[in-house]
């Protein structure tokens, strides 16, 4: 774990003990999101991107559900459609979600991880940023069970203690995920159950169904979580109403990602994005020198740049 400290809360969050902020994008500040996610675990941001958008990433992928298969495994019910390496599929996801500097910022302040070697006589500073950790769509359509409630920090193996939100420290959490409602989402066709502050408990403490949050969206609105919450998709009991959910996670720089970007998203996609983005898509070496090929950043093999990071 980090030891960069404890975070600076302000005062511009809920004290309800079941309940969760709701901001509006025009008007939200880092600090805000920050606060929120610290205290509660997640943080409503309703409009955070237009319905224009929405509809232009459903425009995207649709012929990609449309062609998904129904899935065989317990973790997501087989009336589930998915769509990944999006950014291979959807550009308007990448600006949108991965190009919005409020989540962005926000998963700087709670994800980067800031260490010192020594190098000889000299300490060095280093600074890991956060990377992608996946993209996917959902597609949940009437019929499909609950998802039982877990935390998507198991992958990342981390094991924290139970704290209170004073003592939260940077470093805690390994990811972070931002889920946009593609359609109108309601507890009826599964919204995504949310237990607040169950990021403060211990990894191992059962989680409870009692006091859960349903994260009911209109089109465009999003949901930012911390990924030790407990979550889980609801039951879709509706007779004819898909949830559609567009979900980007980032984690620390220095992790393993979940999504297999190199086999998700071919090269040449990769290569029209700007070299932040390329980056942040996991192909730029984390300080201080961890993803190097021949001793070089991806960015300089693949696309001929200069590394953000340089290796040390």
């Known amino acids: 774990m980090d030891s960069s400290g404890p975070i600076l809360m302000t005062e511009a ?15 939200v500040s880092v600090d805000d999101v920050v606060a929120a996610l610290v205290r509660d675990g997640g943080c409503f941001v309703r409009n955070f991107m237009s319905k224009e958008d929405a509809a232009a990433i459903e425009r995207e992928i649709r012929p990609y559900l449309d062609m998904d298969q129904p899935l065989n495994g317990d973790f997501f019910p087989k009336e589930t459609r998915k769509v990944c390496g999006l950014a291979g599929k959807s550009p308007t996801f990448i600006k949108v979600a991965m190009g919005d500097s409020v989540y962005q910022q926000a998963c700087e302040r709670l994800l980067s991880s800031h260490s010192k070697s020594w190098y000889g006589g000299e300490c ?50 390994t990811a972070i995920g931002l889920f946009m409602a593609g359609k109108k989402t309601t507890q009826a066709n599964g919204a995504t159950r949310f237990v607040p502050k169950s990021h403060l408990q211990h990894t191992w403490d059962p989680p409870s169904e009692e006091g859960v949050v349903y994260a009911e969206m209109e089109p465009g609105d999003a949901f930012i979580m911390l990924a030790s919450c ?59 020198y961890l993803g190097w090929v021949d001793l070089r950043s991806p960015l300089e093999v693949l696309f001929g740049k200069e590394s953000l990071t340089a290796i040390q």
């Not at 992958?155 to 209170?164: D, G, K, L, R, T």
């Not at 979900?247 to 029209?272: D, H, S, W």
């Open 124 to 173: 060095m500073e280093h600074i890991s940023k956060p990377i992608l950790n996946a993209h996917t769509v959902f597609s949940i359509s009437p019929g499909a069970r609950a998802q039982a409630l877990h935390r998507d920090d198991s992958i990342h193996h981390n094991v924290v203690p139970a704290i209170s939100r004073e003592d939260y420290r940077v470093g805690r959490d």
């Open 13 to 27: 969050v809920n004290n309800q003990p079941n309940s969760v902020c709701s901001f509006n994008r025009e008007s």
């Open 230 to 288: 407990y979550h889980g998709g609801s039951a879709n009991t509706t007779e004819n109403e898909e949830r559609l959910l567009f979900g980007c996670f980032m984690c620390k720089g220095y992790l393993r990602q979940e999504e297999n970007m190199p086999l998700a998203v071919p090269t040449e996609k990769i290569a029209q994005y700007p070299t932040e983005i390329q980056a942040k898509l996991g192909y730029d070496v984390s300080a201080p």
